[in-house]
């Protein structure tokens, strides 16, 4: 089987990191009762407005109005701004894990996992943070912020690994032969007498798989390699 490609990679890397940050946004609104408070003190921001936004709302207001030059933002236009921030940097990440993983086969296990995770956490908050002052340095905040942070981060990493499988050609051609599969049972098994409709669901079974094994399997891969 040939491997896939840095394209190839790159592309499913992209929307699978969208998919885990979908993930750890869900991750955030269902812990929010567990999530570390008082760690606002530790960090001094450089702009006034900062103290009303979150970091991603930061970030999307300084690309609208520091590069852009435009706006200034409302508060719902930053909330649509920050989820957008949010998004990218996840598929970016998603985007570097596909590729280190088609360099390195051997990451894809749950410790390579696990270290795509504690990477991302230690880029993203204890290093691009800092650099961009939108939070202080890692030493500033208490052991629970940073357990919390990492948890959120190991979530993200399991949801984009799960995506990047998901979304393999062989894996792809198989969910849609399924779809296929239940749509044509549920049109054709009704007209046919009961007596050979299990002979149908067979024959339904059968072209099922042949489309996932050839036509759909192949054109998936060859446009993933291209």
Known sequence: MRRTTPLGALVRG??????????????????????????SAAFEPPEAAQ??????ETVAR????????????DAEQKERGATAVHYALGAAFG????LVRESFPDLD??????????????IG????????????????????????????????????????EAL???SV????????AVRADARLLPRLPRRVRPLGHTLVTTAARIRAAQPLATAAEAFARA
Request: aromatic share 12%; charged share 15%.
């Open 125 to 164: 908050d204890n290093l691009l943070y800092p650099a961009f002052r939108l939070g202080a340095g890692p030493r500033r905040y208490p052991l629970a912020t940073h357990a919390y942070a990492l948890g959120a981060h190991l979530v993200f990493a399991a949801a984009t690994w799960s995506a990047y």
């Open 168 to 170: 393999r050609p062989r």
């Open 173 to 180: 051609a198989l969910a849609g032969a399924a779809l296929w």
């Open 51 to 56: 103290r009303e936004e979150r970091a991603t």
């Open 95 to 98: 985007a570097a894990w596909g």
């Open 109 to 122: 296990r749950p410790l390579g996992v696990a270290g795509f995770g504690a990477a991302a956490w230690m």
């Open 62 to 73: 300084r690309f609208v109005e520091g590069m852009m030059k435009r706006g200034p933002l």
């Open 14 to 39: 992209l929307a699978a990191g969208a998919v885990g940050s979908a993930v750890q946004s869900r991750f955030f609104a269902l812990t929010r009762s567990l999530a570390p408070h008082g760690s």
